[in-house]
């Protein structure tokens, strides 16, 4: 069958779906973003790859976006650290600037990290001849099928890490689908999975596949890393003497459900302070926060130094990339997402040792479901259950202690994917 699905793919799936993102980049500004940044991705991987040791084996990561960049990088800083040149590509312009940013713990650099080219065959085989790697190292869920198809023909290893294969994926109900990408997962050297359930699924469309098994998620690793290297931002020493309550990636479907009860908090415990994170911390955004709080003292994060004498009782975070450090100061996290197309990250706030609440649309999130099985972690749907929460735990501050160091515990104990991922592709590889 893949010769079939080879050219139906090809010839019709790819630029019908290029055609798709194209028109929605007419709206959609990060679209956009990430198809222009692929002008001139050939010259600038010439530029990249001619600062390779070609001594030194090298493993090609792909991911689609900042999310899977985090899951692969402990992986990545394995390899880097046993002599290996890696390169990353990305499909988003998230991805790409999250792994530009990215420090890799002082291990090393890597020798490249560019878009992925359009899945044309032509393409693939171009940046296969550039890269010449020693294996192919995908994340979660991102495979393109030329790119697989053409580098099992020329028996590159691959592999797929922290896999995951919903229940009600197409890629399983769908007899078509299920056909499709089987004969993706058939070229990949090894499937690892994060869960017994998603190992039992993907052995649906490949039974008779070698290598399948359960080895854990690696995202584990990364918040547990970036826990021990991140530095809590610079704010003032009023902030030690606080019951900080963050609000982390909130959406404004969050904040009708949440800031009511906020606001009642707010006047009831002197001693609360709020950190606001929106999601996306636009200027109309964060205009929306400041009406709603506009009975009390607020501040934004890069405007902190203007309020040396009287301490704000919000702070306003209007930049990104020090959500993850807040954490460090926090006693108990919101997380946003939960009303609309699925909770954002509960790993962070939870293993700086924070209980979390979060909306309803959490099945997105296998860590999610597991703290709430546990206790560690709470969902709502409406804002009278928030309400109730929240003071609950106000109310009993030791008890939001206590959950909170269990929840630490969970995510800690669920470490050592990584480690794993690195010796099962070494041993195959050297």
């Not at 040792?353 to 999130?365: K, R």
Request: proline residues 7%; glycine residues 6%; neutral net charge.
């Amino acid at each position: 069958m893949t010769p079939f699905w080879q050219l139906l793919y090809t010839w019709i799936g790819l630029p019908f779906l290029l055609g798709i993102l194209h028109l929605f980049a007419l709206k959609e500004k990060k679209i956009k973003e990430s198809l222009d940044g692929r002008n001139g991705l050939w010259n600038r991987l010439d530029e990249q790859i001619i600062h390779r040791n070609i001594q030194h084996p090298l493993i090609w990561f792909h991911v689609v976006s900042a999310g899977e960049y985090l899951q692969a990088e402990p992986v990545i800083e394995r390899f880097l650290a046993k002599g290996f040149d890696c390169a990353v590509t990305l499909s988003s312009i998230s991805g790409y600037k999250w792994a530009k940013r990215s420090q890799l713990n002082g291990v090393g650099k890597l020798v490249v990290i560019d878009y992925l080219p359009f899945d044309f065959p032509s393409n693939i085989r171009r940046i296969l001849a550039i890269f010449q790697p020693a294996a192919i190292v995908y994340t979660k869920f991102d495979l393109w099928p030329n790119l697989i198809w053409t580098a099992n023909k020329q028996r590159i290893p691959q592999y797929l890490i922290s896999a995951t294969l919903q229940p009600r994926s197409l890629r399983l109900t769908s007899a078509p689908a299920r056909s499709f990408y089987g004969s993706i997962y058939a070229c990949l050297d090894g499937i690892f999975t994060v869960s017994p359930e998603d190992e039992q699924r993907f052995r649906i469309t490949n039974p008779n596949h070698p290598d399948i098994q359960v080895v854990g998620d690696t995202r584990f690793d990364s918040v547990m890393d970036r826990k021990n290297r991140l530095r809590q931002p610079k704010l003032p020493n009023y902030v030690k003497e606080k019951f900080v309550v963050i609000i982390g990636s909130n959406w404004p479907a969050d904040e009708e459900c949440i800031f009511p009860a906020l606001a009642e908090a707010l006047q009831k415990f002197s001693d609360l302070l709020l950190i606001i994170a929106p999601h996306e911390p636009t200027e109309e955004h964060l205009h929306s926060s400041e009406t709603f709080f506009k009975d009390f003292e607020m501040a934004r994060f890069t405007q902190l130094d203007d309020h040396p004498d009287e301490p704000p009782r919000i702070i306003l975070n209007d930049t990104i990339g020090v959500l993850a450090p807040m954490y460090h100061i926090g006693k108990l996290a919101y997380v946003g997402g939960g009303f609309t197309t699925g909770v954002h990250n509960v790993m962070e706030p939870c293993v700086m040792g924070m209980p979390v609440i979060f909306g309803p649309i959490h099945y997105n999130s296998p860590e999610a479901l597991d703290l709430l099985q546990k206790k560690f972690a709470f969902t709502v749907k409406k804002p009278d259950e928030f309400h109730q929460i929240l003071f609950q735990l106000l109310q009993d501050r030791q008890s939001c202690i206590t959950l909170g160091k269990k929840a630490a515990n969970a995510i800690e104990s669920q470490c050592g994917a990584a480690q794993q991922c690195f010796e099962m592709i070494t041993k195959k590889i050297q």
